[in-house]
C-alpha cells in the first residue's frame, strides 16, 4: 500500500525567507508525485509533478522540488517567500494502474509573516 | 477554458437526509474523481467514473454513490447523513486515464450535516 507523511503540520516563516516542506511516501511500485495548495475556502491548485527524468523539477509561482527515489522524499521549496504564498500545501502520490486516485498527506499549514 | 464547475458551493442538511452533489468537468475531460477532505482524515479519494463506468472506488460506506452522465458531468449522492459526512465534497477531472494526468480540482461543496 502507499502512504504520504508530511512531516511538518504548520510551517511559521518570514517573508522573504526561503522555506522547504518535507514530504516522504511509502510505496512497493513505482508512483508519480504531485504536490498541490489549497488557498482559503478554495480547490486544489497543482503547483508540480514528478512523472520521470531530471529529480529536479519546477513549478509555478517559483516552488520546486527535488524526488529522491533512495530516500523516498519529494520536498518542496521556495527561495524567498511571499505573504500571498500563505496556503495549506498538500503532497501526493498517484496510485500505479490507479491514475485518478491520488493519496494525499495530511498537509502542511504554510503561514508567511511580514 | 472553464474549470471544473460543483455546484452548490454550500449546503446543511439534516441527519438521515439524502444529498447530490453536482460536478461539470473541464471541457473535453472525461474523467471525474470525487474527493472528501475532512479536518480528521484529510483528503480522502470516493471514486471515479471514465466514460459513465466507475473505475475506481476508495473505501467508503455504500451511502457514497455517484455516476457520470454521457456529456461526463458526474453526480455524487450521499445517503442517511451522519454527522460525521460533514466536510468539503470535492470534485476533479482529468482528460485522459495515464497515472501521470494532471487532475484539476473544483471549489467543492461544502456540506453541513446537523
Known amino acids: 500500500a502507499q502512504s504520504v507523511t508530511q512531516l511538518d503540520s504548520q510551517v511559521p516563516v518570514f517573508e522573504e525567507a526561503p522555506v522547504e516542506l518535507r514530504c516522504n511516501y511509502s510505496?512497493?511500485?513505482?508512483?508519480?508525485l504531485f504536490w498541490y495548495v489549497q488557498y482559503p475556502n478554495q480547490g486544489l491548485q497543482l503547483l508540480l509533478k514528478y512523472l520521470s527524468g531530471s529529480t529536479l523539477v519546477k513549478g509555478i509561482n517559483g516552488f520546486e522540488a527535488e524526488f529522491n527515489k533512495s530516500q523516498t522524499s519529494f520536498h518542496l521549496r521556495k527561495p524567498s517567500v511571499h505573504i500571498s504564498d500563505t496556503a495549506e500545501y498538500f503532497c501526493?502520490?498517484?496510485?500505479?494502474?490507479?491514475?485518478?486516485?491520488?493519496?494525499f498527506g495530511q498537509g502542511t499549514e504554510l503561514s508567511v509573516k511580514p | 477554458k472553464a474549470g471544473v464547475t460543483q455546484t452548490p458551493r454550500y449546503l446543511i442538511k439534516t441527519r438521515g437526509q439524502q444529498v447530490t452533489l453536482s460536478c461539470s468537468p473541464i471541457?473535453?475531460?472525461?474523467?471525474v474523481s470525487w474527493y472528501q477532505q475532512t479536518p480528521g482524515q484529510g483528503l480522502q479519494f470516493l471514486f471515479e467514473y471514465f466514460s459513465e463506468t466507475q473505475r475506481n472506488k476508495g473505501n467508503f460506506p455504500g451511502r457514497f454513490s455517484g455516476r457520470q452522465f454521457s456529456n461526463s458531468r458526474s453526480e455524487m449522492n450521499v445517503s442517511t447523513l451522519e454527522l460525521g459526512d460533514s466536510a468539503l465534497y470535492l470534485c476533479?477531472?482529468?482528460?485522459?486515464?495515464?497515472?501521470?494526468?494532471?487532475?484539476?480540482f473544483g471549489e467543492g461543496s461544502w456540506l453541513t450535516v446537523v
Open positions: 501526493a502520490v498517484s496510485v500505479l494502474n490507479q491514475g485518478g486516485k491520488l493519496i
Open positions: 471541457s473535453g475531460h472525461r474523467s
Open positions: 510505496s512497493s511500485v513505482s508512483v508519480y
Open positions: 476533479a477531472s482529468r482528460d485522459g486515464t495515464g497515472d501521470g494526468d494532471t487532475i484539476y
